[in-house]
Structures are given as structure tokens and as C-alpha cells.
């Protein structure tokens, strides 16, 4: 198990936008592995590449239906709305309200490098909402 540290709210590199993948590799897999060790360890639902200081289009997410790595994800459709509490490994102490769609659809490529969808309700299409707006430089708490 390798952890890695959780840059927090202030970090410049929470605010920059990660790059594509371009090649699912063994660092690809090992830094997957290292994240979702990094997420259970710290109690999270959900990681994304720059919250430990890597600015690369990867997030790792369990909302107790077991483990998801997507790489290069990207939400194609939205529908419906929920409010709901909303809270942060990289700010924390914070949960607020936050207003995210019920339904997605997210295109991403997993750990053999073939292309996958997901469509994700409720809980799963908060986190995936949340998860890929760290990869554009975006925190939860933007949206209050």
C-alpha cells in the first residue's frame, strides 16, 4: 500500500487543468493503485489525480458499490438535478449543499485502456460530477 499526501484548498495545483492521458502504462495502474489506497485510507468517496499533486485526467471513486477508475473521463449527458451535502478530501472540514445532476453519462477509458461508459445516479453522479471538476482546477466549494 502506497499513500500519497492530499494537496489541500491553497495547494496552486488544485486550480490547473490536468492533462490527457495518452498511454494506460504500469505508472498509469500503480498511480490508480496508490489513489485508492490513498481514498480508503483517508475515508473518501472519491480522487482525483490533482489532489495528490498529479496533474494527469485520472479519478478513482467507491460509493460502496466497490472501486472505479476512470481515466480520461468525460460526462456526455446530464439529467434531472439533486441538492445534497457535499464535502472534500482536499478542503477539509467543510460540507455544504451543492446542487449536481441525478444522472450522468461519463465516457472514460479504464485500466486495459478500452473505452467503457457509465451511467451514474444519485450518489455515484455526485461523485463523478465532483471528481472530474478537480480535473479543470474546480473545488466543491466554487460552486456555493
Known sequence: MALRNIRTEGDPILRKQAREITE??????????DMLDTMYHAEGVGLAGPQVGILRRIIVMDVGEGPIVMINPEIVETNGSQVGPEGCLSVPDVTEEVERPNEVKV?????????????????LARAI???VEHLDGILFIDKL
Open 24 to 33: 494506460v502504462n504500469l505508472r498509469i495502474k500503480e498511480l490508480a493503485r
Open 107 to 123: 465516457e472514460y477509458l479504464d485500466l486495459e485502456g478500452k473505452k467503457q461508459e457509465l451511467v451514474g445516479k444519485e450518489l
Open 129 to 131: 460530477c465532483h471528481e
